[in-house]
C-alpha cells in the first residue's frame, strides 16, 4: 500500500570466528563466550613456531642444565689457581735450594785456599821414624777424629732443633767437615809424591776438585789438571754438597742423639774417601828418595783455623 513503509530486504551476514575478527583493536565478538580450552590451544600473538614440539622441549632441559654447568666453570679456575700457586712454590723452593747450594760451593771455593797445608819435609819432621804408609795412617786418623767432633758438635747444638736454624748448621758442618776434609787431600799427595803443579789457588782448586769427585789427581796427565780447573768442577761440586747434605740430616736429631749419629758418620766418611784416595794415589806413588827437591809449599796469608 501506498502508506505503508515499503519493506527492505534483509541481509542475512555471515557470522566469522572470534579469531578470524580483523578490524579494530578490541576484541572480536563472541571471544569472550569462546571456551577456555579452545583459547588456550591458540597460539600467543609473536610466539614463534620453533618453541612447540620437541625443539622447546630440548631447550627447556639445556637450559634447566645451565646453573651445573656454571658450577663446574667457575669450581675449575678455583683450582687451576691452586694448582699454580702450587707450581709456584715448588719452583721458589728449588731456586732456593738451587741458590744455596751455589753459595755454599763458592764459600768452599773461597776457603780452599786459605786451608793450610803441611809439605812432606814437615810432615817427616813433625812425624818422625815413619814410612809412606805409616804417615798416611797417622793423618787419616787425625782427620778423621777432627771431622767426627765437628760432627758430635753440630749435633749438640741441634739438641731442641729450631727448623730455621737447620740450614745454616748444615751448612757451618760441611764448610768444616770439607776444610779438614781439603787438608787430608792436600797432604795425602805430598806422601806420595804427587804434588800438583800450580800456584796456591790452582792447587787449592785442584783438591777440591779431587774432594769433589773422590780421586786423586794424576800429576803425569795435564789433562785432569786442566780439567779440575775448569768449568765442570762447580756443578759436581754443587752435586756433592746436595748428597754431604742428605747423608747429614740424621745430625739434626733431637736429644743428644743427632750428636752420636753426626760423629760415627763422619770418621765413617772420612776413611771412607781417604782410602779411596789413597788407594788412587798408591798406583801412582813414587817413592821418597826418587823425588826431586821440591820447595816449601806457599802458605794462605790468612789461614782458616781447623782445630786439629
Avoid: C
Avoid at 610466539?47 to 614440539?53: H, V
Avoid at 780452599?112 to 805409616?134: H, K
Avoid at 765413617?268 to 788412587?280: F, G, P, V, W, Y
Amino acid at each position: 500500500m501506498a502508506g505503508d513503509t515499503p519493506s527492505r530486504k534483509r541481509r542475512f551476514r555471515l557470522h566469522r570466528k572470534p579469531e578470524a575478527y580483523q578490524g579494530g583493536t578490541d576484541p572480536a565478538p563472541g571471544a569472550h563466550d569462546a571456551p577456555a580450552e579452545h583459547s588456550a590451544l591458540l597460539p600467543s600473538p609473536g610466539a614463534r613456531d620453533d618453541e612447540r614440539g620437541p625443539s622447546a622441549s630440548l631447550e627447556a632441559a639445556g637450559r634447566a642444565g645451565t646453573p651445573a654447568d656454571r658450577t663446574t666453570t667457575s669450581a675449575t679456575p678455583v683450582k687451576a689457581r691452586r694448582l699454580d700457586a702450587v707450581r709456584r712454590g715448588v719452583a721458589r723452593s728449588r731456586e732456593g735450594a738451587r741458590a744455596g747450594l751455589a753459595h755454599l760451593a763458592d764459600r768452599l771455593i773461597e776457603n780452599a785456599p786459605r786451608v793450610p797445608v803441611r809439605d812432606l819435609a814437615t810432615l817427616r819432621r813433625q812425624f818422625p821414624g815413619l814410612g809412606p804408609e805409616q804417615l798416611a795412617d797417622k793423618l787419616i786418623a787425625g782427620a778423621a777424629n777432627a771431622t767426627s767432633t765437628v760432627g758430635a758438635g753440630v749435633g749438640a747444638a741441634a739438641m731442641m732443633p729450631v727448623p730455621p736454624a737447620m740450614p745454616a748448621e748444615l751448612a757451618a758442618e760441611i764448610t768444616g767437615v770439607a776444610a779438614i776434609e781439603l787438608k787430608l787431600i792436600a797432604e795425602l799427595h805430598e806422601v806420595y809424591g804427587q804434588r800438583p803443579p800450580g800456584t796456591l789457588k790452582e792447587r787449592a782448586t785442584a783438591y777440591l776438585t779431587s774432594w769433589t769427585e773422590e780421586r786423586g789427581i794424576d800429576v803425569t796427565k795435564p789433562a785432569t789438571i786442566n780439567a779440575a780447573l775448569g768449568g765442570r768442577m762447580k756443578r759436581e761440586l754443587r752435586q756433592r754438597i746436595m748428597k754431604r747434605m742428605v747423608r747429614n740430616l740424621p745430625n739434626l736429631m733431637p736429644f743428644m742423639v743427632g750428636a752420636a749419629v753426626g760423629a760415627v758418620m763422619n770418621r765413617r766418611d772420612t776413611k771412607n774417601l781417604a782410602e779411596r784416595i789413597r788407594k788412587d794415589l798408591r798406583s801412582r806413588q813414587v817413592p821418597w828418595e826418587a823425588l826431586p827437591q821440591l820447595p816449601p809449599l806457599d802458605q794462605p796469608e790468612h789461614p782458616k783455623e781447623l782445630g786439629f
